[in-house]
């Protein structure tokens, strides 16, 4: 069996599967590496959510930038969730995957004029607001088009989220939100500002968290924020609790959702206001896998490493947050089996492409498959060509089907994406191109 969190990831006849899916045999027919996400945790995440909201006027947005890929975002929207969004195209991503634009939520520090007219022209429940120029720069673009943008104001409440300082966004040092005070001044403005529809307040200190305090402080300061600008005539509807909510990956006790609902309900009893939450890790994170094969085991004086074919071009948690992922074989090892301390490694040219340091883990060869585990969230989504490795393709199981839902990035595709210039493209290179060019201004 699988640790605790992932129990559609298991083993069957001594081989590690999705649902009911060898991985091997994906690995098999695939090759290496790959990323595998099981339909099963994706719906049972969301049930899960969902029924310790009910009795809540609450409404699910799931966090898009955990996993951009359309078959989860639309797994996902079958279930009844709508989409968080962070950039126009994590929006037509949604769109393209089923979520209709009354459930969509545009957040983020830094949308573009561009995105706004986007998101306008799309018809989006909410843009949440993080700045006086970014309201500003709304209004005259809806303005522009004759409409009223329908916004809420992203309060920072001062809040520490207790998770580590790279996932951490409702302190006052962070550039998230707009402080309480500059709330209220806003809302004494709202005249200023003919093309928004001020429509609600919205909050989200950080990701991964484990403790229900930093929630209950934040939803506090910002409800009593709602209440005060409805008592002063802002016709506010909404409140938007965002997400955060830890996952487990080593040893975590992930927030108890009855729990975390049941602070929700105490703390906005009476509140005439929709709720919204926007989860992402929460649903996805413990649903995926990345697959990987050792190519080479390498002992060094004091170190034995497991050079593996996946890198953190294809998952850059470890190196990035220092992130711990479970590492499973795929051949289940007996109740006796020795274990040894490995390094579990990556072939990009970087000391930091490292996924595991001093692991113990059971005796493993060239050839043999392993299973990185929790990779369903901020993993593939992050990936990149970096040391110009082709992405890797992405696997969606629901029983004993599967089907690839991205596929290997091809040499040609990576190659075709530059763009050579003239002087370049006619086939001069080095010191005769730029003597070439040269000659051209000249003559010009």
Request: proline share 5%.
């Amino acid at each position: 069996m699988m640790r605790q969190g992932m129990p559609f990831f298991h083993y069957r006849d001594g081989t590690l599967c999705a649902e009911e899916v060898s991985l091997a045999g994906l690995a098999d027919s695939l090759g290496t590496p790959f990323y595998c996400y099981s339909s099963a945790a994706l719906e049972a995440a969301y049930s899960s959510f969902a029924a310790a909201l009910v009795g809540l006027p609450a409404t699910i947005y799931y966090a898009v930038k955990a996993n951009s890929n359309q078959a989860v975002i639309a797994t996902l929207a079958r279930q009844g969730a709508g989409a968080d969004v962070v950039s126009e195209g994590e929006m037509r991503r949604a769109l393209a995957a089923g979520v209709v634009p009354e459930k969509i939520v545009f957040a983020g520090v830094g949308k573009s004029k561009a995105e706004l007219t986007a998101g306008l022209e799309a018809g989006i429940l909410q843009f949440n607001v993080e700045s006086l120029s970014e309201l500003q720069a709304l209004s005259q673009v809806a303005a522009s088009m004759g409409r009223r943008a329908p916004v809420a104001l992203r309060i920072n409440p001062d809040v520490d989220a207790l998770t580590h300082a790279h996932i951490t966004t409702g302190r006052a040092d962070n550039k998230f939100g707009i402080d309480l005070a500059l709330a209220r001044e806003i809302a004494g403005r709202q005249r200023e500002f003919p093309g928004v529809a001020f429509e609600g307040l919205a909050v989200h200190i950080g990701s991964q968290l484990t403790d229900i305090g930093p929630y209950r402080a934040a939803f506090r300061k910002v409800i009593a924020l709602y209440r005060e600008l409805q008592a002063q005539g802002l016709a506010l509807k909404r409140l938007d609790l965002g997400g955060g909510l830890a996952i487990t990956y080593r040893d975590e006790a992930p927030v108890d959702l009855q729990a975390y609902a049941a602070m929700v309900r105490e703390e906005t009893e009476g509140l005439d206001a929709e709720l919204a939450f926007e989860p992402g890790r929460l649903l996805v994170g413990n649903a995926g896998v990345l697959v990987s094969r050792i190519l080479y085991v390498k002992d060094a004086r004091q170190r034995r490493f497991l050079i593996v074919d996946a890198a953190m071009n294809d998952l850059i948690r470890p190196m990035l947050y220092e992130a711990w992922h479970d590492i499973l074989p795929l051949q289940q090892p007996g109740p006796d089996a020795a274990h040894g301390l490995v390094d579990v490694v990556g072939p990009v040219c970087e000391s930091t492409d490292i996924f595991a340091r001093q692991r113990s883990l059971p005796a493993m060869g060239e050839g043999d498959l392993l299973a990185i585990c929790s990779t369903g969230a901020y993993s593939a989504v992050m990936s990149s060509n970096y040391n110009s490795r082709p992405l890797v393709p992405e696997v969606l199981v629901r029983g004993d089907r599967h089907a690839v839902v991205r596929p290997r990035m091809e040499y040609e595709a990576l190659i075709a994406q530059d763009r050579l210039p003239d002087w370049l493209a006619s086939g001069a290179t080095g010191r005769e191109g730029m003597k070439a060019a040269r000659r051209r201004g000249a003559a010009e």
